[in-house]
Protein backbone atom coordinates (compact mmCIF):
# COMPACT_ATOMS: atom_id res chain seq x y z
CA UNK A 1 0.00 0.00 0.00
CA UNK A 2 1.02 3.44 -0.73
CA UNK A 3 2.25 5.20 2.78
CA UNK A 4 2.60 9.16 3.33
CA UNK A 5 4.12 10.12 0.49
CA UNK A 6 4.75 13.88 1.91
CA UNK A 7 7.68 12.28 4.39
CA UNK A 8 8.66 9.01 2.46
CA UNK A 9 10.45 11.06 -0.42
CA UNK A 10 12.37 9.29 -3.16
CA UNK A 11 16.56 8.56 -2.41
CA UNK A 12 18.89 6.82 -3.33
CA UNK A 13 22.59 5.99 -1.65
CA UNK A 14 25.46 5.16 -3.13
CA UNK A 15 28.11 2.07 -2.01
CA UNK A 16 30.64 1.21 -4.53
CA UNK A 17 28.74 -0.47 -7.30
CA UNK A 18 25.23 -0.65 -5.51
CA UNK A 19 22.25 1.62 -5.81
CA UNK A 20 20.02 1.72 -2.95
CA UNK A 21 16.69 3.29 -3.64
CA UNK A 22 14.10 4.18 -0.94
CA UNK A 23 11.03 6.16 -0.60
CA UNK A 24 7.54 6.76 -2.82
CA UNK A 25 8.77 6.58 -6.28
CA UNK A 26 5.38 7.93 -7.79
CA UNK A 27 3.65 10.99 -9.54
CA UNK A 28 3.96 13.09 -6.77
CA UNK A 29 7.93 12.98 -6.23
CA UNK A 30 8.75 12.64 -9.78
CA UNK A 31 10.54 16.58 -9.79
CA UNK A 32 12.62 14.90 -6.46
CA UNK A 33 13.10 11.59 -8.04
CA UNK A 34 13.88 13.18 -11.62
CA UNK A 35 16.80 15.32 -9.77
CA UNK A 36 17.77 12.10 -7.68
CA UNK A 37 18.23 9.90 -10.63
CA UNK A 38 20.10 12.46 -12.89
CA UNK A 39 22.69 13.37 -10.04
CA UNK A 40 23.81 9.73 -9.73
CA UNK A 41 27.72 9.26 -10.14
CA UNK A 42 28.47 6.25 -12.53
CA UNK A 43 31.03 3.96 -11.18
CA UNK A 44 33.54 2.77 -13.11
CA UNK A 45 32.69 -0.98 -12.75
CA UNK A 46 30.81 -2.08 -15.56
CA UNK A 47 28.12 -4.01 -13.43
CA UNK A 48 25.77 -2.06 -11.25
CA UNK A 49 23.56 -3.21 -8.82
CA UNK A 50 19.74 -1.51 -8.20
CA UNK A 51 18.79 -2.37 -4.85
CA UNK A 52 14.83 -1.83 -4.94
CA UNK A 53 13.83 -3.62 -1.48
CA UNK A 54 13.08 -0.50 0.49
CA UNK A 55 11.04 1.73 -2.15
CA UNK A 56 7.31 2.08 -0.61
CA UNK A 57 5.51 2.85 -3.81
CA UNK A 58 6.30 2.23 -7.63
CA UNK A 59 3.91 3.61 -10.29
CA UNK A 60 4.01 3.95 -13.81
CA UNK A 61 5.89 7.34 -13.70
CA UNK A 62 8.30 6.17 -11.33
CA UNK A 63 9.19 3.00 -13.35
CA UNK A 64 9.39 5.03 -16.47
CA UNK A 65 11.86 7.58 -14.98
CA UNK A 66 13.76 4.50 -13.77
CA UNK A 67 13.58 2.91 -17.18
CA UNK A 68 14.76 5.97 -18.65
CA UNK A 69 18.17 6.23 -16.43
CA UNK A 70 18.58 2.25 -17.12
CA UNK A 71 18.66 2.96 -20.66
CA UNK A 72 21.24 5.69 -20.42
CA UNK A 73 23.81 3.53 -18.61
CA UNK A 74 23.21 0.72 -21.21
CA UNK A 75 23.81 2.60 -23.71
CA UNK A 76 27.36 3.66 -21.96
CA UNK A 77 27.96 -0.33 -21.78
CA UNK A 78 26.64 -0.87 -18.34
CA UNK A 79 25.28 -4.18 -17.20
CA UNK A 80 22.01 -3.67 -14.61
CA UNK A 81 21.17 -5.97 -12.49
CA UNK A 82 17.46 -5.35 -10.35
CA UNK A 83 17.25 -6.66 -7.07
CA UNK A 84 14.48 -6.56 -4.30
CA UNK A 85 11.06 -5.02 -6.10
CA UNK A 86 8.05 -6.78 -4.68
CA UNK A 87 5.52 -8.66 -7.10
CA UNK A 88 3.21 -5.44 -7.75
CA UNK A 89 5.67 -3.17 -8.19
CA UNK A 90 7.78 -5.76 -10.69
CA UNK A 91 4.77 -6.29 -12.81
CA UNK A 92 4.38 -2.43 -13.26
CA UNK A 93 8.56 -1.84 -14.05
CA UNK A 94 8.00 -4.82 -16.50
CA UNK A 95 5.10 -3.17 -18.14
CA UNK A 96 6.98 0.06 -18.65
CA UNK A 97 10.06 -1.92 -20.34
CA UNK A 98 8.30 -3.75 -22.56
CA UNK A 99 6.52 -0.52 -23.84
CA UNK A 100 10.05 0.76 -24.34
CA UNK A 101 11.28 -2.13 -26.15
CA UNK A 102 8.03 -2.36 -28.40
CA UNK A 103 8.76 1.80 -29.17
CA UNK A 104 12.49 1.07 -30.12
CA UNK A 105 11.46 -1.74 -32.39
CA UNK A 106 9.84 -0.14 -34.69
CA UNK A 107 11.17 0.54 -37.91
CA UNK A 108 12.75 4.52 -38.00
CA UNK A 109 11.63 5.59 -40.85
CA UNK A 110 13.08 8.62 -40.74
CA UNK A 111 16.42 6.50 -40.97
CA UNK A 112 15.85 5.96 -45.19
CA UNK A 113 16.95 8.04 -47.06
CA UNK A 114 14.64 10.14 -49.88
CA UNK A 115 14.98 8.06 -52.49
CA UNK A 116 13.83 5.00 -50.73
CA UNK A 117 10.70 7.10 -49.65
CA UNK A 118 9.65 7.99 -53.78
CA UNK A 119 10.00 3.82 -54.12
CA UNK A 120 7.81 3.08 -51.21
CA UNK A 121 5.36 5.47 -52.17
CA UNK A 122 5.21 4.80 -55.74
CA UNK A 123 4.59 1.41 -54.79
CA UNK A 124 1.87 2.21 -52.76
CA UNK A 125 0.61 4.52 -55.30
CA UNK A 126 0.81 1.47 -57.82
CA UNK A 127 -0.82 -0.64 -55.10
CA UNK A 128 -3.81 0.86 -54.29
CA UNK A 129 -4.39 2.36 -57.81
CA UNK A 130 -4.53 -1.89 -58.77
CA UNK A 131 -6.84 -2.36 -55.77
CA UNK A 132 -8.94 0.25 -56.73
CA UNK A 133 -9.04 -0.74 -60.62
CA UNK A 134 -9.87 -4.23 -59.07
CA UNK A 135 -12.94 -3.27 -56.97
CA UNK A 136 -14.14 -0.65 -59.74
CA UNK A 137 -14.39 -3.75 -62.00
CA UNK A 138 -15.98 -5.94 -59.98
CA UNK A 139 -18.75 -3.01 -59.09
CA UNK A 140 -18.93 -2.99 -63.41
CA UNK A 141 -19.31 -6.74 -63.72
CA UNK A 142 -22.43 -6.60 -61.10
CA UNK A 143 -23.92 -3.51 -62.63
CA UNK A 144 -23.69 -4.73 -65.64
CA UNK A 145 -25.34 -8.30 -64.72
CA UNK A 146 -28.32 -6.30 -63.06
CA UNK A 147 -28.49 -4.00 -65.64
CA UNK A 148 -29.06 -7.48 -67.62
CA UNK A 149 -31.61 -9.21 -65.25
CA UNK A 150 -33.16 -5.27 -65.17
CA UNK A 151 -34.15 -4.69 -68.71
CA UNK A 152 -35.00 -8.73 -69.43
CA UNK A 153 -37.45 -8.54 -66.63
CA UNK A 154 -39.98 -5.42 -67.85
CA UNK A 155 -42.70 -5.55 -65.87
CA UNK A 156 -40.34 -3.96 -63.17
CA UNK A 157 -39.06 -0.85 -64.96
CA UNK A 158 -39.67 2.27 -62.93
CA UNK A 159 -40.29 4.84 -65.28
CA UNK A 160 -41.31 7.41 -63.50
CA UNK A 161 -37.45 7.17 -62.10
CA UNK A 162 -36.07 6.28 -65.18
CA UNK A 163 -38.20 9.70 -66.73
CA UNK A 164 -37.20 11.55 -63.92
CA UNK A 165 -33.38 10.63 -64.14
CA UNK A 166 -33.26 11.27 -67.95
CA UNK A 167 -34.73 14.70 -67.11
CA UNK A 168 -31.90 15.62 -64.88
CA UNK A 169 -29.17 14.10 -67.10
CA UNK A 170 -30.78 15.05 -70.39
CA UNK A 171 -33.35 18.20 -70.72
CA UNK A 172 -31.49 20.14 -67.75
CA UNK A 173 -28.52 19.78 -69.49
CA UNK A 174 -29.80 21.19 -73.00
CA UNK A 175 -28.78 25.07 -72.30
CA UNK A 176 -25.13 24.40 -71.40
CA UNK A 177 -24.47 21.65 -74.13
CA UNK A 178 -26.61 23.46 -76.88
CA UNK A 179 -24.60 26.85 -76.08
CA UNK A 180 -21.07 25.17 -75.32
CA UNK A 181 -21.58 23.29 -78.59
CA UNK A 182 -22.44 26.46 -80.40
CA UNK A 183 -19.66 28.73 -79.62
CA UNK A 184 -17.14 25.36 -80.68
CA UNK A 185 -18.66 25.71 -84.25
CA UNK A 186 -17.86 29.30 -83.93
CA UNK A 187 -13.98 28.78 -83.13
CA UNK A 188 -13.80 25.84 -85.09
CA UNK A 189 -15.55 27.54 -88.81
CA UNK A 190 -12.83 31.00 -87.67
CA UNK A 191 -10.17 28.96 -87.08
CA UNK A 192 -10.11 26.95 -89.72
CA UNK A 193 -11.86 29.67 -92.27
CA UNK A 194 -8.89 31.89 -91.86
CA UNK A 195 -6.53 29.31 -92.38
CA UNK A 196 -8.59 28.19 -95.92
CA UNK A 197 -9.26 31.63 -97.02
CA UNK A 198 -5.77 32.01 -97.80
CA UNK A 199 -5.97 29.55 -100.71
CA UNK A 200 -9.28 30.53 -101.41
CA UNK A 201 -10.94 27.50 -100.12
CA UNK A 202 -12.71 28.61 -97.11
CA UNK A 203 -16.17 26.68 -98.47
CA UNK A 204 -14.48 23.52 -97.46
CA UNK A 205 -14.86 24.84 -93.72
CA UNK A 206 -17.86 22.98 -93.71
CA UNK A 207 -16.41 20.03 -94.37
CA UNK A 208 -13.93 20.29 -91.57
CA UNK A 209 -16.65 21.24 -88.90
CA UNK A 210 -19.20 18.39 -89.88
CA UNK A 211 -16.51 15.97 -90.10
CA UNK A 212 -14.88 16.88 -86.72
CA UNK A 213 -18.23 17.78 -84.47
CA UNK A 214 -20.07 14.16 -85.96
CA UNK A 215 -17.09 12.12 -85.33
CA UNK A 216 -15.13 14.04 -82.26
CA UNK A 217 -16.08 16.89 -80.11
CA UNK A 218 -19.79 16.64 -79.77
CA UNK A 219 -19.49 13.54 -78.54
CA UNK A 220 -16.71 13.68 -76.29
CA UNK A 221 -17.09 17.20 -75.14
CA UNK A 222 -21.02 16.51 -74.39
CA UNK A 223 -19.78 13.34 -72.39
CA UNK A 224 -17.00 16.07 -70.49
CA UNK A 225 -20.10 18.06 -69.56
CA UNK A 226 -22.22 15.38 -68.94
CA UNK A 227 -19.39 14.00 -66.37
CA UNK A 228 -18.71 17.33 -64.60
CA UNK A 229 -22.50 18.10 -63.97
CA UNK A 230 -24.46 14.49 -63.69
CA UNK A 231 -21.51 11.95 -62.68
CA UNK A 232 -20.97 14.24 -59.89
CA UNK A 233 -24.49 14.27 -58.78
CA UNK A 234 -24.36 10.80 -59.26
CA UNK A 235 -22.18 10.83 -56.74
CA UNK A 236 -23.05 13.33 -54.65
CA UNK A 237 -26.75 11.29 -54.57
CA UNK A 238 -25.74 7.92 -53.37
CA UNK A 239 -22.80 8.90 -50.92
CA UNK A 240 -24.94 11.25 -49.13
CA UNK A 241 -27.20 7.98 -48.78
CA UNK A 242 -24.42 6.14 -47.49
CA UNK A 243 -23.39 8.75 -44.82
CA UNK A 244 -26.55 8.46 -43.56
CA UNK A 245 -27.19 4.91 -43.60
CA UNK A 246 -29.85 4.77 -45.95
CA UNK A 247 -28.30 2.11 -47.99
CA UNK A 248 -27.80 -0.04 -44.85
CA UNK A 249 -31.19 0.33 -44.61
CA UNK A 250 -32.69 -0.82 -47.98
CA UNK A 251 -30.64 -4.29 -47.91
CA UNK A 252 -32.02 -4.66 -44.59
CA UNK A 253 -35.35 -4.49 -46.01
CA UNK A 254 -34.30 -6.57 -48.89
CA UNK A 255 -34.34 -3.52 -51.69
CA UNK A 256 -31.33 -4.18 -54.19
CA UNK A 257 -29.23 -0.89 -53.97
CA UNK A 258 -27.93 -1.74 -57.65
CA UNK A 259 -31.57 -2.15 -58.96
CA UNK A 260 -32.64 0.59 -57.43
CA UNK A 261 -30.08 3.32 -57.86
CA UNK A 262 -27.44 2.52 -60.42
CA UNK A 263 -29.87 0.52 -63.30
CA UNK A 264 -32.28 3.92 -63.95
CA UNK A 265 -29.18 6.19 -63.30
CA UNK A 266 -27.27 3.99 -66.33
CA UNK A 267 -30.03 3.52 -68.63
CA UNK A 268 -31.03 7.20 -68.34
CA UNK A 269 -27.12 8.56 -69.03
CA UNK A 270 -27.51 6.48 -71.55
CA UNK A 271 -30.29 7.80 -73.12
CA UNK A 272 -29.35 11.38 -72.24
CA UNK A 273 -25.76 11.43 -73.89
CA UNK A 274 -26.80 9.98 -77.21
CA UNK A 275 -29.97 12.36 -77.30
CA UNK A 276 -27.56 14.98 -76.41
CA UNK A 277 -24.95 14.23 -79.04
CA UNK A 278 -27.52 14.98 -82.15
CA UNK A 279 -28.73 18.11 -79.93
CA UNK A 280 -24.60 19.06 -79.91
CA UNK A 281 -23.94 18.23 -83.57
CA UNK A 282 -26.81 20.52 -84.56
CA UNK A 283 -25.84 23.41 -82.53
CA UNK A 284 -22.49 23.14 -83.72
CA UNK A 285 -23.46 23.02 -87.34
CA UNK A 286 -25.68 26.49 -86.38
CA UNK A 287 -22.96 27.86 -84.93
CA UNK A 288 -20.40 27.48 -87.48
CA UNK A 289 -23.09 28.65 -90.33
CA UNK A 290 -23.95 32.03 -88.40
CA UNK A 291 -19.78 32.31 -88.19
CA UNK A 292 -19.46 31.76 -92.17
CA UNK A 293 -22.22 33.92 -92.81
CA UNK A 294 -21.26 36.75 -90.83
CA UNK A 295 -17.41 36.44 -90.80
CA UNK A 296 -16.06 34.65 -93.88
CA UNK A 297 -19.07 35.31 -96.64
CA UNK A 298 -20.45 31.90 -96.71
CA UNK A 299 -23.82 32.35 -97.59
CA UNK A 300 -26.00 30.29 -95.06
CA UNK A 301 -27.52 28.18 -98.12
CA UNK A 302 -24.17 27.28 -99.51
CA UNK A 303 -22.91 26.50 -96.05
CA UNK A 304 -25.83 23.94 -94.89
CA UNK A 305 -25.56 22.70 -98.98
CA UNK A 306 -21.87 21.36 -98.37
CA UNK A 307 -22.44 20.46 -94.95
CA UNK A 308 -24.92 18.34 -95.98
CA UNK A 309 -23.07 17.09 -98.80
CA UNK A 310 -19.74 16.02 -95.79
CA UNK A 311 -21.66 14.85 -93.39
CA UNK A 312 -21.87 10.90 -94.19
CA UNK A 313 -23.43 7.91 -92.41
CA UNK A 314 -20.17 5.93 -91.10
CA UNK A 315 -19.18 9.60 -89.42
CA UNK A 316 -22.25 10.55 -87.52
CA UNK A 317 -22.98 6.79 -86.62
CA UNK A 318 -19.37 6.48 -85.17
CA UNK A 319 -20.12 9.85 -82.89
CA UNK A 320 -23.39 7.96 -82.02
CA UNK A 321 -21.86 5.03 -81.06
CA UNK A 322 -19.49 6.97 -78.60
CA UNK A 323 -22.52 8.45 -76.87
CA UNK A 324 -23.28 4.94 -75.15
CA UNK A 325 -20.03 4.37 -73.84
CA UNK A 326 -19.00 7.20 -72.41
CA UNK A 327 -22.53 6.86 -70.55
CA UNK A 328 -21.94 3.70 -69.12
CA UNK A 329 -18.15 4.81 -67.86
CA UNK A 330 -19.45 7.78 -66.71
CA UNK A 331 -22.60 6.72 -64.94
CA UNK A 332 -21.01 3.68 -63.30
CA UNK A 333 -17.82 5.48 -62.09
CA UNK A 334 -20.46 8.00 -60.71
CA UNK A 335 -22.39 5.41 -58.88
CA UNK A 336 -19.68 3.07 -57.85
CA UNK A 337 -17.18 6.62 -55.89
CA UNK A 338 -21.08 7.00 -54.56
CA UNK A 339 -20.98 3.57 -52.40
CA UNK A 340 -17.26 4.41 -51.81
CA UNK A 341 -18.20 6.80 -49.29
CA UNK A 342 -17.38 6.61 -45.38
CA UNK A 343 -18.27 8.14 -42.65
CA UNK A 344 -18.48 12.09 -43.13
CA UNK A 345 -19.39 15.00 -45.56
CA UNK A 346 -15.97 15.34 -46.35
CA UNK A 347 -15.86 12.29 -48.05
CA UNK A 348 -18.86 12.99 -50.05
CA UNK A 349 -16.47 15.90 -51.50
CA UNK A 350 -13.72 13.74 -52.05
CA UNK A 351 -15.48 11.00 -53.57
CA UNK A 352 -16.80 13.45 -55.63
CA UNK A 353 -14.01 15.16 -57.04
CA UNK A 354 -12.47 11.93 -58.11
CA UNK A 355 -15.33 11.06 -59.81
CA UNK A 356 -15.08 13.74 -62.27
CA UNK A 357 -11.57 13.28 -62.79
CA UNK A 358 -11.57 9.66 -63.35
CA UNK A 359 -14.84 10.18 -65.36
CA UNK A 360 -13.13 12.81 -67.74
CA UNK A 361 -9.76 10.62 -68.01
CA UNK A 362 -11.34 7.87 -69.17
CA UNK A 363 -13.40 9.55 -72.03
CA UNK A 364 -10.43 11.10 -73.09
CA UNK A 365 -8.93 7.81 -73.24
CA UNK A 366 -11.76 5.65 -74.58
CA UNK A 367 -12.11 8.38 -77.39
CA UNK A 368 -8.36 7.47 -78.03
CA UNK A 369 -8.76 4.45 -78.49
CA UNK A 370 -11.85 4.53 -80.38
CA UNK A 371 -9.78 6.80 -82.89
CA UNK A 372 -6.52 4.27 -83.40
CA UNK A 373 -8.74 1.59 -83.68
CA UNK A 374 -11.02 3.35 -86.19
CA UNK A 375 -8.01 4.15 -88.14
CA UNK A 376 -6.54 0.78 -87.66
CA UNK A 377 -9.76 -0.68 -89.78
CA UNK A 378 -9.49 2.12 -92.00
CA UNK A 379 -13.37 3.95 -91.04
Keep these: ?24 WDTDHLEALDTELSGL ?3 DSRKIVFDMS ?54 AHEKHGWL ?25 GRAFICLASFLLNQGKIPVQSISTAIKRAGFDALPIVGLLSFLMGIVITYQGGVQLSRYGAQIYVADLLVVSMFRELAPMFTA ?12 A ?11 DAMISIGLSPLERLV ?40 FL ?48 TTSVVQSIFLVIVIDAVFSVLLSRFGI
Design 1 to 24: MKQDSAIEKPHIEIKDTSFYCSGC
Design 41 to 43: ITP
Design 54 to 107: KISFLDTAGAWLLQRKLARLKDKGKLIEIRGLEARAGTIFELVQSMAQAQEAEP
Design 116 to 140: WHIGKKTVDSLWNGFSHMNASLSFA
Design 224 to 235: IIVAGRTGSAYT
Design 237 to 247: QIGTMQVREEI
Design 263 to 302: APKVIAMTLSLMLLTVYADILGVLGGLSMGAAMLGIAPGT
Design 305 to 352: ERSIEAASLSSYLIGIGKAPVFALTISIIGCYQGFMVSGSAESVGQRT
